[in-house]
């Protein structure tokens, strides 16, 4: 299975990115600079953390127009897995592969921490290794991962069990619903404000987000959402 | 012909505004009790040529709609002035 990383002038989880696949799956991996214009035979991108043209303007606003954004909505629409990592969410967002945005967090802090988290579906390519409404920890960092949609949305997103992550034992930016990650309605897209990357080993204070690297390759392997 | 575009963007009513909010209550002990609400947007000045007024609202409004706004959590209004060549 090939992934491809994205990386935008200001990104600064790519290596980590990298590392994880590497190290969980020993896949190939490579990193894709934003003015690339093709990502045939890749099979699954990340978006990674960090600030992508600086944010200016708005998180993700500036960077859905990079030339490697069509080409990651044209495998989207294939059905491969796209996983948008604190950053690469806003930038999902913006470019309208998921609902919602990401605002401030209501108390306008940056907060770096580790939290805690429920699984609300192992129906994705991306937490089918994780047992339903099983509780982990990962690390956050961010200033802007109040998730907010308006109530239509909201319902919309309950309604086709697209809600994948939510914060528990406090909400760290305000989301709406304790909101940490969705899906798409064809449930290959991904956006989630924790970091599953930095979290791939005991020595890192968590290993929680490896299973979201091996549930990919396993849904691959399997055609389970192919 | 040049024009001017001043646009105001802020966050729509049904989004909370956490600087409004701080803005708000530090108001407050200044002894501003007055205040009731405040919302914290941005501001942008475009300049711009098109050959006429309609046809440089109507890019305006497109610049607003693609990029210079989330059309999800914010909403924007802006004028138009017309500029000394």
Known sequence: ?226 | MTFCAQIHVTLKPSVFDPQGATVVRALGTLGFDEVADVRVGKYLEVRLTAHDEATARQRVSGMCETLLTNPVIERYEFTLAQEEA
């Open chain 1, 1 to 226: 299975m090939r992934f491809a990383v994205v990386v935008f002038p200001g990104s600064n989880c790519d290596e980590d990115a990298l590392r994880a696949i590497k190290s969980v799956l020993n896949e190939p991996v490579d990193l894709i600079w934003h003015q690339t214009a093709s990502l045939e035979g890749y099979d699954a991108v990340i978006i990674p953390g960090g600030f992508a043209y600086g944010d200016y303007l708005r998180a993700g606003a500036i960077a859905r127009f990079a030339p490697v954004i069509t080409e990651v909505k044209r495998l989207a629409q294939a059905g491969h897995p796209v996983l948008g990592i604190c950053n690469g969410f806003q930038v999902l967002t913006e470019a309208g592969l998921l609902p919602g945005a990401l605002l401030p967090n209501n108390h306008l802090q940056f907060r770096c921490d580790i939290v805690g988290l429920r699984v609300e579906t192992t129906r994705t390519p991306f937490t089918a290794d994780y047992r339903a409404g099983q509780q982990i920890r990962l690390p956050i960092a961010h200033a802007q991962g109040s998730y907010f949609a308006d109530d239509a949305a909201l319902q919309e997103l309950r309604e086709h069990d697209q809600i994948v992550f939510r914060y528990l034992g406090g909400n760290p930016n305000g989301s709406v619903d304790n909101i940490a990650g969705i899906v798409n309605r064809q449930r290959n897209v991904l956006g989630m404000m924790p970091h599953p990357e930095r979290a791939i080993h005991l020595l890192l204070g968590s290993s929680d987000g490896a299973p979201i690297f091996t549930s990919l390759l396993r849904s691959w392997k399997e055609a389970v959402y192919a």
